[in-house]
């Protein structure tokens, strides 16, 4: 059967046209930067749009990346905050109002109000004879992996209260961009697999070669599941520790470099 050009150039721009589709589906989410500053209080913060299981996992995943920075803005409050309290009632409330449009406006609201709580706590010590006149706190991020299923980012802080040096601390999150898990380290794992005694033995062996070269480490490592980690372009399943963690300030931030190809077996993802 003869079919003419027209209904050729049809089907041609018809099959472009589902594969541009296509390829819109299976593309990994677009991760954008947005700065909240009020005087000395900065945070870069992720904003992530076009998940695999759609508007309500982008939600999830910004409410998740808010929740760990008000979290870390509230321990600047007297008596620090209550981790455990505010994760209990976060996600309803903004569930129920707003979603993470109103998340992301409660974020710049309280980089407001903790901006004026340390420049008070910096005045006072400035006045007492601290050379010190301001405080800062600095909230970064990376993204570590990302994939149409798998999204790994790592969140940074850092403030300077007058020390000798600043402080760093640090949020890993990572989900399953499908369904909006937020996902833990057993969950990188499959099912009743013995991925703790892999994981703490493979983490012995480079603890003790960085012991013999530096000297840093005076006591063992051993994992049980809560561990901050993140996923590499690599193939890498990075557990990191902030300073002070395990380690004396001079060492820095900590990482422990696996390559999923050592654990292979029981990984649950296929890093594409």
């Given at each position: ?23 819109g589906w299976a593309a990994e ?196 599941g809560t561990e901050n980690f ?5 193939a890498d399943l990075v557990i ?33």
């Open positions: 059967m003869k079919m003419s050009r027209k209904f050729i150039t049809a089907g041609v721009a018809g099959f472009m046209a589902l594969g541009i589709a296509v390829s989410p677009e991760v954008m930067d947005q700065k909240i500053r009020d005087g000395g209080v900065t945070v870069n913060i992720p904003v992530v749009k076009g998940a695999a299981g759609g508007v309500d996992v982008d939600d999830r995943i910004n409410m998740a990346i808010d929740f760990n920075i008000v979290k870390k803005l509230y321990s600047y409050l007297p008596g620090g905050g209550n981790g455990l309290s505010l994760q209990e009632n976060y996600y309803p409330e903004f569930d129920g109002y707003g979603g993470a449009k109103a998340s992301r406006e409660f974020v710049a609201d309280i980089a407001g109000f903790i901006n004026r709580q340390l420049q008070n706590q910096a005045q006072a010590v400035h006045k007492a004879g601290s050379h010190v006149k301001q405080y800062t706190f600095d909230g970064r991020y990376q993204v570590r992996f990302n994939s149409e299923e798998l999204l790994s980012l790592e969140q940074t802080y850092m403030d300077y209260l007058g020390g000798a040096h600043p402080n760093t601390y640090l949020d890993t999150i990572n989900v399953n961009l499908k369904t909006g898990k937020l996902l833990n380290l057993g969950d990188m794992f499959k099912a009743g697999s013995d991925y703790l005694p892999r994981l703490n033995a493979i983490i012995a062996k480079q603890m003790e070669e960085e012991r013999q070269l530096k000297g840093f480490f005076d006591k063992t490592v051993e994992l049980n993140y996923i590499t372009d690599n990191v520790y902030p300073p002070y963690a395990i380690a004396p300030y001079a060492a820095g931030t900590i990482e422990f470099v696996i390559p999923v190809s050592q654990v292979a077996d029981i990984f649950n993802f296929k890093l594409e």
